[in-house]
């Protein structure tokens, strides 16, 4: 479904620090991937670039046999918006908007209001990530563990064919944590694909593929592991 082939990527400040050095990624369709690694070995790094959010230096990502270094800026604005979401450790949810208006988000880029079928849908979402009558709280009247909640309900609110995950459990306790996991690991089960960067190896029994990378470079990969949870 998604390929990342040879990812080269560097950063330039006073100096070059090259981040990724031939990286190849393959995210079959249904999976739920997670990425581990030690800080500073690249997984952010190559998180962005498999959505985009960031281009390699050299190699290509093909998304459905497309290669989004060669398709318009159009085409990629559009998969962006209707194929791919990203969360994140911080939840990045506006404080002066409530859960229903963060999770109704996504469809402002439209001109017209949102219509009552888009909230419809927005409150369904809010109720299948388990905030059903919280949708007028303010994110700064929720937990981190329900603020998460709600980033993953607009990650959601447009359908998307894959999910992009860094640490989104980073900023939470343990059990907070698995709770979050467990919801992912849900939807994956509804058919969404997922591809994870996580720290905490306890996690990576829900996954389908286990990919560790270790300074800019894949070391181990793991498919399939028996039993998941
Ligand atoms: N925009 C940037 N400019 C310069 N260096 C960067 C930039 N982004 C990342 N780096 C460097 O690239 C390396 C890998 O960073 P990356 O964020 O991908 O690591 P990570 O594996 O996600 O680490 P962590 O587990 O701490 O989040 C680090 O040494 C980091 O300092
Ligand atoms: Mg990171």
Do not use: W
């Not at 080269?8 to 070059?16: E, G, L, W």
């Not at 459905?64 to 159009?74: H, P, R």
């Not at 059990?175 to 905490?200: F, P, R």
């Amino acid at each position: 479904m998604l390929q990342a082939h040879n990812i080269v990527k560097s950063f330039t400040t006073d100096t070059t620090t090259n981040v990724l050095k031939g990286v190849t990624i393959d995210i079959q369709q249904g999976d739920f991937t997670c990425i581990v690694g030690r800080s500073g070995s690249g997984k952010s790094t190559m998180l962005n670039i498999l959505s985009t959010l960031l281009r390699p230096n050299s190699g290509n990502v093909v998304y459905n046999g497309l290669d989004l270094g060669k398709v318009s800026v159009n085409k990629i604005n559009k998969i962006r918006q209707n194929d791919f979401s990203v969360i994140f450790q911080s939840f990045h949810l506006f404080p002066y908007l409530s859960v229903l208006e963060n999770v109704l988000l996504p469809y402002l880029s439209e001109v017209t209001p949102v219509s009552k079928k888009s909230r419809a849908h927005a409150m369904q979402i809010i109720e299948r990530v388990g905030l059903k009558g919280k949708e007028d709280r303010l994110p700064g009247k929720l937990s981190g563990g329900e603020q998460q909640r709600v980033s993953i309900a607009r990650a959601l609110v447009k359908q998307p064919k894959i999910l992009f995950a860094d640490e989104p459990t980073g900023s939470l306790d343990i059990k907070t944590g698995k709770d979050i996991i467990e919801l992912l690991k849900e939807l994956n089960s509804e058919g969404l694909t997922i591809v994870m960067v996580t720290h905490a190896l306890e996690y990576t029994s829900y996954a389908d593929t286990v990919i560790e990378m270790k300074d800019g470079q894949i070391c181990g990969e793991i498919h399939e592991i028996a039993g998941s949870a």
